[in-house]
């Protein structure tokens, strides 16, 4: 029996008014589990006008009773974690493991936001003239919009809505139509902690709903996750209808493997790095760079861990990567391996025709490896979104720093190598948001921020850390002065300071 998936608004589940649907499906078997309520432009405004009245307590409400109530959330998190990463693999098809890892990294953000009342304290300057106090304080900005993508269909909804909501705003939800039980699955968990209705809401949707919410007056911010085109569409519209936008794009991501690298550290890393979530993500290395003679011994070592990683659907346990989300995406995927070797690369594994037993109509496809992949070509210039692992050859580091920073995109990249002092250079002089050395995938903890450059950000603020909360709040001065209480009164003022 199909299941079917509606919206969460005013603190509650609200039918599918708009009479149209839209289909999930388990992308291990192919089959349709899921319709999903696809908004109208009026359940949209029905969403975003329940969290504008109630922003009017919500925004004046303590710090107490806020971080009481994540604190609450945090502990349901915690206890739900595996039914969360159930509906994750159901929908998004990435193993139980890999869910589960994302829903750990969202908790970390959730932590962050626990511990709101440290970066929500102000700044006091006393004395700057005659008895004249200046207070520097910040405040929430209002009714603020997560849009969010297919691959992490709870963690990065949890990049944004914690910190949104312990900053006093109130926040509207828009998932994924591809996999948005997890959504729900979170707004009964924030009910049940405690958030007062309306504070948080999900509206499913598709495009109709995302070009109102960006256009739409009562809505002041705008954080986006996905592609490039489209980061820079949200960027581009939402701020040209006054809000405030942060927009992370696409990404491919250089891994640079210097000659004095540990080998197998390297290949271990690429493996995992390349493959992992079957490359689903946008901190996914997808271009390896290697310097110097090591290039055929590391695409040796890749392919020999690559063909041992066991593919086959999420709820396996012995499975190592799951399907891709959809039937198209696979074909697409596909295509840039098809389309290598006319274009001068060289085609060590080709995983096109991969299929599971048993589950013969799902997305399936399997680890590619592409050498001597040249700038030029498609599964180099583009972000391809799947196992597909392209390894470029450099002569030397300056080479090689050179062919990264040539990218249209910034956002992670990473060095293997035993130097310390290239591994300085390489952070310093590289064009990226996130660098990791000796580390293939650089997501910072929760305390830091992320977020990348070029054409993988739209806007000035990162996600998470110090910029969440700096992207969810306004600062404010206060200038004050009282009088004494043994000053006489009377007299005329013509504004001008006393400071002496």
Same mark, same amino acid.
């Given at each position: 029996?199909?299941?079917?998936?509606?919206?969460?608004?005013?603190?509650?589940?609200?039918?599918?008014?708009?009479?149209?649907?839209?289909?999930?499906?388990?992308?291990?078997?192919?089959?349709?589990?899921?319709?999903?309520?696809?908004?109208?432009?009026?359940?949209?405004?029905?969403?975003?006008?329940?969290a504008?009245?109630?922003?009017?307590?919500?925004?004046?409400?303590?710090?107490?009773?806020?971080?009481?109530?994540?604190?609450?959330?945090?502990?349901? /998190?915690?206890?739900?974690?595996?039914?969360?990463?159930?509906? !994750?693999?159901?929908?998004?098809?990435?193993?139980?493991?890999?869910?589960?890892?994302?829903?750990?990294?969202?908790?970390?953000?959730?932590?962050?936001?626990?511990?709101?009342?440290?970066?929500?304290?102000?700044?006091l300057?006393?004395?700057?003239?005659?008895?004249?106090?200046?207070?520097?304080?910040?405040?929430?900005?209002?009714?603020?919009?997560? !849009?969010?993508?297919?691959?992490?269909?709870?963690?990065?909804?949890?990049?944004?809505?914690?910190? &949104?909501?312990?900053?006093?705003?109130?926040? $509207?939800?828009?998932?994924?139509?591809?996999?948005?039980?997890?959504?729900?699955?979170?707004?009964?968990?924030?009910?049940?902690?405690?958030?007062?209705?309306? $504070?948080?809401?999900?509206?499913?949707?598709?495009?109709?709903?995302?070009?109102?919410?960006?256009?739409?007056p009562?809505?002041?911010?705008?954080?986006?996750? %996905?592609?490039?085109?489209?980061?820079?569409?949200?960027?581009?519209?939402?701020?040209?209808?006054?809000?405030?936008? +942060?927009?992370?794009?696409?990404?491919?991501?250089?891994?640079?493997?210097?000659?004095?690298?540990?080998?197998?550290?390297?290949?271990?890393?690429?493996?995992?790095?390349?493959?992992?979530?079957?490359?689903?993500?946008?901190?996914?290395?997808?271009?390896?760079?290697?310097?110097? &003679?090591?290039?055929?011994?590391?695409?040796?070592?890749?392919?020999?861990?690559?063909?041992?990683?066991?593919?086959?659907?999420?709820?396996?346990?012995?499975?190592e990567? %799951?399907?891709? !989300?959809?039937?198209?995406?696979?074909?697409?995927?596909?295509?840039?391996?098809?389309?290598?070797?006319?274009?001068g690369?060289?085609?060590?594994?080709?995983?096109?025709?991969h299929?599971?037993?048993?589950?013969?109509?799902?997305?399936?496809?399997?680890?590619? /490896?592409?050498?001597?992949?040249?700038?030029?070509?498609? &599964?180099?210039?583009?972000?391809?979104?799947?196992?597909?692992?392209?390894?470029?050859?450099?002569?030397?580091?300056?080479? %090689?720093?050179?062919? !990264?920073?040539?990218s249209?995109?910034g956002?992670?990249?990473?060095?293997?190598?035993?130097?310390?002092? &290239?591994?300085?250079?390489f +952070?310093?002089?590289?064009?990226?948001?996130?660098?990791?050395?000796?580390?293939?995938?650089?997501?910072?903890?929760?305390?830091?921020?992320?977020?990348?450059?070029?054409?993988?950000?739209?806007?000035?603020?990162?996600?998470?850390?110090?910029d969440?909360?700096?992207?969810?709040?306004?600062?404010?001065?206060?200038?004050?002065?009282?009088?004494?209480?043994?000053?006489?009164?009377?007299?005329?003022?013509?504004?001008?300071?006393r400071?002496?």
């Amino acid at each position: 029996m199909t299941k079917t998936v509606n919206h969460w608004i005013g603190g509650k589940t609200v039918e599918g008014a708009s009479g149209t649907w839209g289909p999930v499906t388990d992308p291990a078997t192919g089959a349709v589990t899921t319709r999903v309520a696809l908004a109208s432009v009026d359940e949209v405004d029905s969403a975003v006008a329940s969290a504008k009245a109630a922003f009017e307590t919500w925004g004046t409400s303590s710090l107490a009773q806020r971080t009481s109530i994540l604190f609450r959330f945090r502990a349901l /998190l915690d206890a739900n974690r595996d039914a969360i990463a159930e509906l !994750i693999t159901a929908e998004h098809g990435k193993v139980h493991s890999d869910a589960l890892g994302e829903v750990a990294r969202g908790l970390e953000i959730v932590d962050l936001a626990c511990g709101i009342t440290t970066q929500l304290k102000g700044e006091l300057s006393t004395q700057v003239s005659n008895r004249v106090d200046v207070a520097a304080i910040r405040q929430p900005v209002g009714v603020v919009v997560g !849009i969010t993508p297919f691959n992490f269909p709870a963690m990065v909804p949890m990049w944004m809505f914690p910190l &949104a909501i312990a900053c006093g705003n109130t926040f $509207v939800l828009k998932p994924s139509e591809k996999d948005p039980s997890p959504a729900l699955k979170i707004a009964e968990l924030l009910a049940e902690a405690g958030l007062p209705d309306g $504070v948080f809401n999900v509206v499913q949707g598709d495009k109709a709903a995302v070009d109102r919410l960006l256009e739409h007056p009562d809505v002041s911010a705008i954080s986006f996750v %996905g592609s490039t085109p489209i980061a820079r569409h949200i960027h581009t519209t939402a701020s040209a209808n006054g809000k405030r936008v +942060q927009a992370l794009g696409g990404a491919k991501n250089h891994m640079l493997v210097l000659p004095d690298a540990d080998l197998d550290a390297a290949a271990d890393a690429a493996v995992s790095a390349a493959y992992g979530s079957a490359g689903e993500r946008c901190m996914a290395i997808s271009a390896v760079v290697a310097v110097g &003679a090591v290039g055929d011994e590391l695409v040796d070592k890749i392919r020999e861990r690559a063909e041992k990683i066991k593919i086959g659907p999420g709820n396996d346990p012995t499975s190592e990567m %799951g399907p891709l !989300i959809t039937k198209a995406h696979r074909d697409k995927v596909a295509s840039y391996v098809h389309g290598a070797a006319g274009q001068g690369a060289e085609v060590v594994l080709d995983g096109t025709g991969h299929t599971v037993d048993g589950y013969e109509d799902g997305h399936w496809i399997g680890l590619s /490896l592409l050498d001597k992949v040249s700038t030029d070509s498609d &599964a180099y210039r583009d972000e391809i979104f799947g196992p597909v692992l392209c390894v470029l050859r450099a002569d030397t580091y300056e080479e %090689g720093l050179a062919l !990264i920073n040539a990218s249209p995109f910034g956002n992670g990249t990473a060095i293997f190598t035993r130097d310390g002092g &290239a591994a300085r250079r390489f +952070q310093l002089e590289v064009q990226a948001g996130m660098v990791g050395v000796n580390v293939p995938i650089p997501v910072p903890v929760g305390y830091h921020s992320f977020g990348g450059w070029k054409d993988s950000l739209f806007g000035d603020l990162h996600v998470y850390g110090n910029d969440g909360v700096q992207f969810y709040t306004r600062g404010k001065v206060v200038t004050t002065r009282w009088p004494d209480p043994s000053e006489p009164h009377g007299g005329v003022d013509l504004g001008f300071p006393r400071n002496h």
